[in-house]
């Protein structure tokens, strides 16, 4: 390594507060740990809701499947940032149900009940455990170039998530109100100055705090309703088979391409964990990870709990807070895990207003995005590399945006491409290989 590379890995390396493997004190801990659980709390949850919510489960079967989620999401955010031997890249990455499963679900458990999902759960894990031996030749295909559009893609592809919170969820009767935007709008502008001009802690925990006075300001604003809380078990341990499973080969294809999907995005948001947290990412760890995904959906499928994939949301905190370190996310999958068995104390968590996450949300994915932008500032770029980019952003985008433009597509296709990180990073893969470099 040049004199100058190792003096500018150098000063980049001192821009983190803690690096991967650095284990900041207990108290400190707790309270990052707890941030990156409320960033993530509202999408951990939000697929067993609609999953149940659409096949019309009692309420005990959806406050099951919920607990359920939540200890599941923290047993393999564990794996994924502690490892244990090939399992899991050893990064600070946060895991939980993605939406890309939401439709095959309620189409399997339409027909099958859960106990077809769960069957379906198990198997196409077994798909993706084998596919994650194959990452490595797959690594090859990500300079710069491809790294710094998917991390960038990522920020601006959940923009649009942290607008619908700060308008008051998608779908409120109160969407878009003056007094959701006013909340979002404040608590924003609290983080950002919180995190720009405080000292340790009250920078390091800019969101957490953030999202504290914003819950705060909510209660008094009648915002809140604790009923959920008052209406939720204290202890209730997640049944194995508590549905039964049922293997059925339609139901088995239906998830397949959701886990296609879900492979490439964790390889995506592993290379962007790595690029925010200056680490590299090895194909072996790259692999890890998605094999990670894939025994993680298995223990899901065992609790009946929907599959596990990497969650883009936490990248946006580790750029804000500089804290990379791994240990912050094994006491995050740790705190989940016992969320997950005292029903009352998520239930505390998950009523938190919309407008509090999009307050924080807005900085978090907006940092990915120019994350990415940075990187990109490292490439030479020519025509090629302007063709690739501008064609991987806008069709990653557009698909976000304008979702609907898929449905005349086969199922299948659909779910490939229904992700606008999965789209974009599949046209600049693509593109990379096709259009060669003139002479």
């Given at each position: 390594m040049s004199i100058e590379k190792h003096t500018v890995l150098e000063e980049t390396q001192e821009q983190m507060l803690y690096q991967i493997d650095d284990k900041p004190p207990l108290g400190v801990s707790i309270v990052l740990a707890l941030q990156h659980i409320l960033a993530a709390f509202a999408g951990i949850i939000a697929v067993p809701l609609v999953v149940a919510g659409?096949?019309?489960?009692?309420?005990?079967e959806i406050s099951m499947m919920v607990s359920a989620s939540i200890f599941v999401a923290g047993v393999t955010t564990v794996l994924q940032s502690k490892g244990l031997g090939p399992i899991g890249s050893r990064v600070s990455g946060m895991m939980g149900t993605d939406f890309t499963f939401a439709n095959p679900a309620i189409?399997?458990?339409?027909r099958f009940g859960i106990a077809g999902i769960v069957g379906a759960t198990i198997a196409g894990s077994l798909v993706e455990i084998v596919l994650s031996r194959f990452i490595k030749p797959l690594m090859t295909f990500f300079p710069p170039l491809i790294t710094g559009t998917v991390v960038a893609l990522i920020g601006i592809t959940l923009l649009p998530v942290s607008m619908d919170w700060a308008a008051g969820g998608s779908g409120a009767k109160d969407y878009g109100s003056v007094e959701n935007i006013s909340i979002a709008f404040v608590?924003?502008?609290?983080?950002?100055?919180?995190?720009?001009?405080g000292k340790g802690l009250w920078s390091t925990a800019s969101v957490f705090i953030g999202m504290i006075f914003g819950y705060i300001l909510c209660i008094f604003l009648g915002k809140v309703d604790l009923s959920a809380v008052n209406d939720a078990a204290w202890f209730a341990l997640p049944n194995v088979f508590h549905y039964g499973v049922t293997f059925d080969l339609s139901a088995i294809l239906s998830f397949i391409p959701a886990y296609v999907v879900s492979l490439i995005s964790t390889v995506g948001i592993m290379m962007a964990i790595g690029e925010v947290s200056?680490?590299?990412?090895?194909?072996n760890r790259a692999a890890n990870g998605v094999l990670a995904d894939g025994v993680?959906?298995?223990?899901a499928g065992v609790f009946g709990a929907g599959p596990n994939t990497a969650f883009s949301q936490?990248?946006?905190?580790?750029?804000l807070t500089k804290v990379a370190s791994r240990h912050v996310m094994i006491l995050?999958?740790?705190?989940?895990?016992?969320?997950?068995?005292?029903?009352?104390?998520?239930?505390?968590?998950?009523?938190?207003?919309?407008?509090?996450l999009g307050g924080v949300g807005v900085i978090m994915f907006g940092l990915v995005a120019a994350q990415g932008i940075k990187t990109l500032a490292t490439v030479k770029i020519g025509d090629r590399e302007l063709l690739i980019i501008s064609v991987a952003f806008a069709l990653g985008i557009g698909v976000t945006v304008r979702p609907e433009l898929l449905v005349g597509l086969p199922t299948p296709i659909q779910m490939v491409l229904s992700?606008?990180?999965?789209?974009g990073t599949l046209a600049a893969l693509i593109l990379n290989i096709v259009l060669k470099e003139k002479p």
């Open positions: 659409a096949l019309n489960l009692s309420v005990e189409s399997v458990g339409s608590i924003m502008v609290f983080t950002l100055l919180l995190n720009h001009y200056n680490t590299k990412m090895s194909s993680g959906s298995l223990i936490n990248v946006g905190l580790i750029t995050a999958g740790i705190i989940l895990a016992v969320l997950g068995v005292f029903p009352k104390l998520s239930a505390l968590i998950s009523i938190m207003p919309q407008p509090v992700s606008g990180i999965s789209t």
